[in-house]
């Protein structure tokens, strides 16, 4: 299984980015799609995430501003971020949660960089 973010960049502080981040390669059951996030000298921390059944959970730091969903046939899940801020700044990684029989296994996408200017 592969996963390709798209979708970072710079912006400016108020303004709005929407990450894009698709699944590849033997697909077999996506239990839970998500978002982190890691800034310098910080650890990484959970953004958001979306259950199979849509069920989402929020980093208190970013409810009300930013948006999780998940399209199932492409795959694909995607992170609109509003009202950005300087303190968003990070690489942000998408993560699955994928269930493979009798396993479940966890991937990582490479990372992409939002930076957020004030």
């Known amino acids: 299984v592969q996963l390709v973010e798209s979708g970072g960049g710079l912006v400016q502080a108020g303004g709005s980015l929407r990450l894009s981040c698709a699944a590849s390669?033997?697909?077999?059951?996506?239990?839970?799609m998500g978002w982190y996030r890691q800034a310098p000298e910080k650890e990484r921390e959970l953004v958001a995430d979306i259950g199979s059944g849509r069920s989402t959970n929020y980093a208190e730091s970013v409810k009300g501003r930013f948006i999780i969903s998940r399209d199932n046939a492409k795959n694909t899940v995607y992170l609109q971020m509003n009202s950005l801020k300087p303190e968003d700044t990070a690489v942000y990684y998408c993560?699955?949660?994928?269930?493979?029989?009798?396993?479940?296994?966890?991937?990582w996408g490479q990372g992409t960089q939002v930076t957020v200017s004030s």
């Open positions: 993560n699955i949660i994928h269930f493979e029989g009798a396993i479940t296994r966890s991937y």
């Open positions: 390669g033997s697909i077999f059951s996506i239990l839970v």
